[in-house]
């Protein structure tokens, strides 16, 4: 059950901290104005990873990996399969 736990949070913290380092991109335009609300965002989150690392057991912490390296994954086949998406509708015109 610990695992399975683990694995869920492993993905929420994971998807928050991907969503913190896209926060540069988004406000480029305007990085001056949010370096500090992006830096801290991404900085507290990677403060709760290892928190979590550090603070709970190994059942936990072998799930919390999991569920990391599966959204990882997800998130990079997702945005490839759309890049393909594109290119077949494209070549369908």
């Known amino acids: 059950m610990f695992e399975f736990i683990g694995f869920i949070v492993g993905i929420q913290l994971t998807m928050m901290l991907l969503a913190a380092l896209y ?11 949010f370096w500090f609300a992006v830096i801290g965002r991404i900085l507290l989150i990677s403060g709760a990873i ?18 990391q390296v599966f959204f990882v ?19 369908q015109r």
Do not use: K, P
């Open 23 to 33: 926060g540069i991109l988004d406000l480029w335009y305007r990085i001056q104005d």
């Open 50 to 67: 290892v928190l979590v690392y550090s603070a709970t057991g190994e059942g936990f912490q072998s799930g919390f990996f999991v569920g």
């Open 73 to 91: 994954i997800f998130h990079i086949a997702i945005f490839w399969l759309g890049r393909l998406q594109i290119a077949y509708m494209r070549r």
